[in-house]
């Protein structure tokens, strides 16, 4: 059984920077990609970023791509995104999430297995 464990949410003022951390278990970590996704109140999941199976593709979502670094380490079978340059509007809750392939893909139905969520909220 896949699971996903997020942490490192927290509250930040805005300009300063976060980093939040899925840790995977229940099969080979390595083989598939990952990706973050966000939702703030009354509004619709929303891609952030994904990387691929080795690391070597990622894609960002055009509103953190500069300030946002998605990572992962196979060895502690652990990805992680690296958020700077925070914004009040980053503030959501942030899903990790895993695919059954190696592409790093933007669509969340593209994603089978989910975590239950890291809240990052930033102050203005």
């Known amino acids: 059984q896949v699971q996903l464990v997020e942490s490192g949410g927290g509250l930040v003022q805005a300009g300063g920077s976060l980093r939040i951390s899925c840790a995977a278990s229940?099969?080979?970590?390595?083989?598939?990609?990952m990706g973050w996704f966000r939702q703030a109140p009354g509004k619709d999941r929303e891609f952030v970023a994904a990387?691929?199976?080795?690391?070597?593709?990622?894609n960002y979502a055009d509103s953190v791509k500069g300030r946002f670094t998605i990572s992962r380490d196979n060895a502690k079978n652990t990805v992680y995104l690296q958020m700077n340059s925070l914004k009040p509007e980053d503030t959501a809750v942030y899903y990790c999430?895993?695919?059954?392939?190696?592409?790093?893909?933007?669509?969340?139905?593209?994603?089978?297995?989910w975590g239950q969520g890291t809240q990052v909220t930033v102050s203005s």
């Open positions: 999430a895993s695919r059954d392939g190696g592409l790093a893909m933007i669509r969340p139905l593209a994603y089978a297995y």
């Open positions: 229940g099969r080979t970590f390595s083989n598939f990609a």
């Open positions: 990387i691929s199976w080795s690391g070597t593709s990622t």
